[in-house]
C-alpha cells in the first residue's frame, strides 16, 4: 500500500467550499451578514473560474447560494454547523494510484463550548459518497487546516493541535506520527511549538498550521513574518523559523526560508489580528491570495509571486473571513488529479 497526500500545487480536478448560512457565521458573526457571503463567493467564484468546484450548502440556503455563486458552481446540499470545509471535509490522497479520501474525526476544534460538529462531523463522509470516492477512516481528530506537505512526505504540524487534550488525549507524537504515515503517507513530520496568538485564544483553532508556515513548489517554505516586537507573534514568528531553521525534509534536505511579511495592522476591534498571508489558496493557474488593504499587501503578494512562478495571483479581501475565524485557505480544499 502507497499513499501519498499531493502538494496543493499540483493538478487538481476539482475545489470544494461549503456555504455560510447560520451560526457566528452569519447571525453571530457581527458585522453585516452580507459580508460573510460576499467573500465566501469572491473566493468560490474565482476559484470555478479556473477550476470545477463544488459547494456544500445546507438546504435551506440553497437559493441565497445560487443567488451568489456563479452557475458553473456544483451545489451539493448537506446540512452543516459552519463553513470550513479545510477542517471538516476530506484530505485528498492518492492510494496506489487511485483517489480516496481521509475522514478525520472531527470534533469542533477539541470540543470548544461555542462551536457545534454533529453535522459537519458528516461533511467528509456526504463529499465522498458525492464524488465516489473511496473514504479512508481514521481515528486522529485532525483537521485540513492543522497539516501542510510538500507533496513528498514532508508535514508541517503544531504541537497545539494534534497533541491537543481536547482532541487527542493520551496521544504521543509518536502515534500521531504513525496514523499521518497510514492516512497521507508522511514520511517526515516537523513539529512547530504553536499557532499564532489569536488563533490560540478562545475563538481560535487552537493553533493550524495554515497561518503560520507553507510549503512552496520550489522547496522553500514561507514563514509568518510578525516583525513588529508590540505583536506578541514577533516571538512565535522567531520560534518558528528556529525549529524550521535546524528541520530536514523527509529526504535529509535542509528547509530554505523565505519571510512574508504579517500585516502592519497590528490590532482589531476583538484584539491581537492573526492576519495572515500564507492562509493562500493554490490552484490550477492561479494563487488566491488574502490581503486586508494593509500597507504590507503588495509586498506579500509579491512573494507569493515569486514562489508560485507563472499563476496568475488573485487578490480578495480576507478581512470578513479572518473576522470569523479563519481565512481563504481555511473555506477551501483541493481534489487532486489523477492521472491515467
Not at 61 to 69: E, F, H, I, K
Not at 106 to 122: I, M, R, V, Y
Not at 256 to 280: C, F, K, M, Q
Not at 296 to 317: F, K, M, N, Q, T
Request: proline share 7%.
Amino acid at each position: 500500500m502507497t499513499r501519498r497526500m499531493p502538494a496543493e500545487w499540483e493538478p487538481h480536478s476539482r475545489s470544494w467550499m461549503s456555504w455560510p448560512s447560520a451560526g457566528y457565521l452569519l447571525e453571530e458573526g457581527g458585522g453585516d451578514p452580507e459580508e460573510a457571503l460576499r467573500a465566501w463567493s469572491q473566493v468560490a467564484n474565482a476559484v470555478v473560474a479556473r477550476e470545477p468546484l463544488t459547494m456544500l450548502v445546507s438546504p435551506e440556503a440553497v437559493d441565497v447560494a445560487r443567488a451568489w455563486l456563479d452557475p458553473r458552481i456544483v451545489l451539493l446540499e448537506v446540512p452543516l454547523d459552519d463553513a470550513w470545509f479545510r477542517d471538516a471535509g476530506p484530505t485528498f490522497v492518492v492510494d496506489d494510484g487511485a483517489l480516496a479520501g481521509v475522514d478525520w474525526v472531527f470534533n469542533g476544534w477539541g470540543a470548544q463550548d461555542w462551536a457545534t460538529w454533529d453535522k459537519d462531523a458528516l461533511a467528509a463522509r456526504a463529499a465522498l459518497a458525492s464524488a465516489g470516492v473511496p473514504r479512508i477512516a481514521s481515528e486522529l481528530v485532525n483537521e485540513g487546516g492543522g497539516i501542510h506537505t510538500d507533496g513528498r512526505g514532508t508535514f508541517l504540524v503544531t504541537e497545539t493541535v494534534q497533541l491537543d487534550p481536547g482532541r487527542n488525549p493520551g496521544w504521543t507524537h509518536a502515534q500521531v506520527e504513525d496514523e499521518l504515515a497510514r492516512t497521507v503517507g508522511a514520511r517526515k513530520v516537523i513539529w512547530l511549538p504553536r499557532g499564532l496568538t489569536r488563533d490560540s485564544e478562545r475563538y481560535g483553532t487552537r493553533g493550524h498550521v495554515d497561518i503560520v508556515a507553507c510549503f512552496t513548489p520550489g522547496g522553500q517554505v514561507l514563514v509568518h513574518d510578525q516583525r513588529d516586537p508590540a505583536h506578541p507573534d514577533h516571538e512565535v514568528s522567531a520560534q518558528v523559523r528556529e525549529v524550521l531553521a535546524a528541520a530536514t525534509d523527509a529526504d535529509g534536505r535542509p528547509l530554505e526560508l523565505v519571510p512574508i511579511p504579517a500585516p502592519a495592522t497590528l490590532r482589531d476591534d476583538e484584539g491581537w489580528v492573526d492576519w495572515s498571508y500564507v492562509n493562500h489558496y493554490v490552484l490550477n493557474g492561479a494563487v488566491v491570495a488574502c490581503v486586508f488593504d494593509d500597507p504590507h499587501d503588495s509586498e506579500a503578494l509579491e512573494v507569493l509571486a515569486a514562489a508560485y512562478p507563472g499563476r496568475e495571483i488573485v487578490p480578495v479581501d480576507a478581512r470578513p473571513i479572518f473576522d470569523r475565524g479563519g481565512g481563504i485557505h481555511c473555506i477551501t480544499q483541493q481534489q487532486p488529479a489523477i492521472e491515467a
